[in-house]
């Protein structure tokens, strides 16, 4: 089977692999879809901070079983599956965070991924496609990390809600916080995005804090209060630290975004506050299956986010482009037929 590799940052290779035989409490997958997400993207770069080379990316993924032990899964079913694998008895699991397994094995990031013809995964993994086009399905993981993030923040309806960063999952955040009721307020530095936040997502108020000052608007919109619930999906260590300035009197601060570096604010202005700082990490099968029934229903337009789609062989050579914002990607999808 083709087998793209990412043998060191930016650089990837093509190679021949055999296809892989599934054993008790495996599947084995056929992969149609690929989903590039920012993972990906910093992994490519060398920013990843939990990856290591040589590395098989993608975790994004739809694709028809081909062999599996997994009750009411059948042969030839279009699936997609939760790529964060783990152990069922750490204290997390314990407590149905699968999320945060103690030795958490994310598909992609610790282990092989899915750039790849065929796959294995665990079978307790799948997550069954109810109808859903093998677009669709490859958008599932990617939009659950918005709604977990949500869920995490337990938003009441009309709430100010700051999302900062309108990449992939800072878009997914945003549709999941108007879903869930919020006035929702975009921030970024590329004007395009902050149109698309305007234009496809009906966002509220839009922010880039490198042409305007980002905390009066934000005074404004509030008139005076602050955004009670703010955000951060870029992994930018420098607008996670920014970011504090922005909470409430008794608001709360959602990190989604990850970066290598230490977080850095001023103790006294967040205690004052009685600020409250959490991480969102992953998804659950949860936020899995309210992601395919918003999308069941219509909540949500898959065709606003895919903007770029390539055919497997092709990847290498159009992957570097997808780092540049000029060229307007939101989401790329391979497809693999």
Not at 135 to 150: C, M, Y
Request: hydrophobic fraction near 35%.
């Amino acid at each position: 089977m083709k087998t793209l590799i990412c043998s060191s940052p930016r650089n990837f290779e093509y190679t021949n692999t055999a296809i892989p035989v599934a054993g008790p409490g495996e599947t084995l997958l056929k992969i149609k879809r690929i989903g590039i997400c920012g993972t990906d993207l910093h992994a490519y770069e060398g920013t990843q901070p939990f990856l290591s080379y040589p590395r098989i990316l993608g975790h994004e993924l739809a694709a028809e079983i081909v062999t599996t032990d997994a009750e009411g899964f059948t042969v030839g079913e279009a699936v997609t599956f939760i790529p964060y694998f783990n152990c069922g008895k750490c204290i997390a699991c314990k407590m149905n965070k699968h999320n945060c397994c103690e030795t958490i094995n994310v598909c992609g990031v610790h282990s092989d991924g899915g750039m790849r013809e065929y796959l294995i995964v665990p079978s307790y993994s799948l997550v069954h496609g109810e109808g859903l086009s093998f677009d669709e399905l490859a958008l599932v993981e990617p939009l659950a990390i918005g709604a977990h993030g949500i869920r995490r923040a337990a938003i009441t309806e009309g709430e100010y809600t700051l999302v900062i960063g309108a990449g992939p999952i800072g878009l997914g955040t945003m549709e999941f916080a108007k879903i869930a009721g919020a006035k929702v307020i975009a921030m970024d530095i590329n004007d395009d995005r902050l149109k698309f936040c305007s234009e496809k997502l009906a966002v509220d108020y839009v922010i880039n804090p490198k042409k305007e000052d980002a905390l009066e608007k934000l005074k404004k919109i509030t008139t005076g209060d602050m955004p009670t619930l703010i955000i951060d999906a870029t992994g930018s260590q420098e607008a996670i630290n920014n970011g504090f300035k922005y909470i409430s009197h008794g608001g709360r601060y959602v990190l989604i975004g990850l970066q290598k570096g230490e977080i850095s604010f001023s103790h006294p202005e967040f205690h004052k506050r009685e600020s409250t700082l959490m991480s969102s990490r992953n998804a659950t099968r949860i936020d899995f299956e309210r992601v395919i029934n918003c999308l069941k229903k219509g909540s949500i337009n898959p065709s606003n986010y895919i903007t770029h789609r390539v055919k497997f062989n092709a990847v290498k050579e159009n992957f570097e482009s997808w780092l540049n914002p000029s060229t307007g990607v939101v989401k790329a999808m391979i497809e693999i037929e």
